[in-house]
Every structure is written in C-alpha cells, then in structure tokens.
C-alpha cells in the first residue's frame, strides 16, 4: 500500500499495526518521521506486536511535482527529489491518501491509468494553484464539494462515503 503525502507516517503506523505493508511516499525531507512519542509506541509494538510488519519511506513526489505550487515552500531542494516511477505502481495493491494537498487528482489519475484500489480524503482544493480544474458543466472547481464531484466525475466506478465527524470527512474510493 503506498500511503501518498503520509507525511510523519500516521497511517501507516495504523497499517502496520494491522500487518499490511505500507510505504509513505512525500517529498519532504522528514518523510514517515513519527514524532518521538509516537516512534517510541511503534518501537514498542514492533518489539511486542507479532503481526506487526515495518512500514517503508520514500522520498518522491507521487506521479509529477503539482504545477503552479511553490515546491520549494516545503522543499528547498526540490530538484532533486525523484518521482515515484511508474514501475513501483505497478506493484501497489493499494493507495491511500489523506488529505494530500496538491496530491490529490493525481492520486486519483494514478489509481485510474493502473486499475490500483484507492481511497482518499480530499482536504483543500487549491483553486489558485488549478484554475484548468472544470467540473462537467464547466464551472471552476472552486468549493470543495464542486473538487469532490470534479474527482468522482473522473471515473464510473468511484464512489464516495462520508464520514461521520465535521469537516474533510468525504471519503473518495475505488476498487475497480
């Protein structure tokens, strides 16, 4: 499971506890770095867990660096963060993306071009750094209900479910 813009590594430390090998894929610098209080239950459960597996990190951008986004903002080195290669998709089982910024169409594209089961929560939508962004009637993705239904537009088989608690909480998925 790639765990796309995972950041310190929350879900996968959840993916792991559960015995699915994940691997966060980010483009910053501190890519799947628990904060000290959560490394130290992940050592522990590492120690004590059976089922528990590692999970992995990688430093990459999934798919392409977004166009338009100030990179060096969180990635003063940008130029040399690598992109995730198509190969590596080809062996995903899953994506899972929550909240990932300016990763989230291409999470979607990506989980669409290799037939890959995702699941993501879409957070902001960035009308700035997407204005090309046209819902079917072409309005501008402006609200994030108009990004939801931009990304479900994307493909018949993708679905939605909300979750039961206020904000971000719409969950876009697939399994093809």
Not at 30 to 43: E, S
Not at 81 to 97: F, G, K, R
Not at 98 to 116: F, N, Q, S, W
Not at 118 to 134: E, G, K
Request: glycine share 6%.
């Amino acid at each position: 499971v790639f765990d796309v813009a995972g950041g310190s590594g929350h879900v996968s430390l959840a993916l792991s506890m559960l015995g699915v090998c994940s691997t966060v894929v980010d483009p910053r610098e501190n890519v799947g770095r628990l904060p000290k209080r959560d490394r130290k239950v992940y050592n522990n459960a590492l120690v004590y867990c059976q089922e528990m597996v590692p999970y992995q990190t990688t430093r990459a951008w999934f798919g392409s660096p977004p166009n338009g986004v100030d990179k060096s903002f969180r990635t003063p080195d940008q130029a040399s963060v690598p992109i995730l290669d198509d190969e590596c998709l080809q062996n995903a089982t899953a994506l899972v993306a929550l909240h990932p910024d300016e990763a989230t169409e291409v999470v979607v594209d990506m989980a669409i071009r290799y037939k890959i089961p995702f699941l993501s929560v879409p957070c902001c939508v960035f009308f700035r750094f997407f204005p090309q962004r046209r819902k079917r009637n072409g309005d501008a993705v402006s609200t994030h209900a108009d990004l939801i239904e931009y990304l479900q537009d994307k493909h018949t088989s993708i679905q939605t479910t909300v979750l039961p608690f206020e904000g971000a909480n719409t969950i876009l998925w697939s399994h093809f």
